[in-house]
């Protein structure tokens, strides 16, 4: 499977359909002199291109929109703009981004836009109430917007164990609460004001809870092969919704079924196994709309030859079975 853009590097690809276009919002990889280690400072990205085509079956040709924003242009912002995601409500087009503030921490930030393609003008400030990383959009059908966040280890969302907002400095870098009968820590949701800039909920964001579907409990902590680290992406299909996210350091995408955005959800199983690199970060689009075909966006590192903090941007073809399992090929009719 070929990339889809190979003059530059890009990964964590959120795919959205607008105006009949699939457009996609990666973060930018770049060359950089840092090395590997579990903060993922070897990832130090500095803006936004925004991508579109008009096909995916056959792959199409794919514009690159040019920078949409940078670092420089975020106040708040000291470095690392990490996965981005957009939506669009009420005519204009939002697009939802990770990074650190002068203090370190991640904080997520959103910039307004008129077109799917940008430029986008940023808030002065991050969103109140948020933190970690991996921003993912969703826009129900009864038009209430919510958006995911989270990511464990370098995503600091270990840090937020004594509640909303409370960061515990001693819990950064790679570590996450594990032993016999620790639950594992979940991503975050809160729903967007109409306005999409703010939190509507008085209580801020709660966590999303994944069960084990052989006991109906949350999932443990050592489940590594199962349970969230980050990457979370939602979609809707037949009345579910389907929550999808990476595990990390088992290098699993995986996803969870649920009656409502806030969960809580059942482990389905996985989507995609380990791809060359470390990390795994996704989200699932149909194109066209209303035709129940569903696409795969992801990354890997084949393009720059293992180097990992150089990722590529792929797309590929997923199908649901009879039950709304996902499934690695189309099944054949009635079975």
Sequence with gaps: MAPLITHMYTADPSAHVFNGRVYIYPSHDRETDIQFNDNGDQYDMADYHVFSTPSLDPQGPVTDHGVVLKTEDVPWVSKQLWAPDAACKNGKYYLYFPARDK???????VAVGDKPEGPFTPQPEPIKGSYSIDPATFVDDDGEAYLYFGGLWGGQLQCYQKGNNVFDAEWQGPKEPTGKGVKSLGARVGRLTQN???FADEQGVREVTILAPETGEPL?????????????WMHKRNGKYYFSYST??????????????????TYGGRILEPVLGWTTHHSIVEFPEKSDRWWLFHHDCELSKGVDHLRSVKVKEIFFDEEGKICGEKQPAGK
């Design 220 to 232: 443990d902590a050592d489940d590594h092969e199962r349970r969230f680290f980050e990457a979370a």
């Design 248 to 265: 990390g350091d088992t290098h699993f995408l995986c996803y969870a079924v649920g009656d409502s955005p806030y969960g809580p959800f």
């Design 103 to 109: 203090q370190g921490i991640f904080r997520i930030g």
């Design 196 to 198: 999409m800039l703010e």
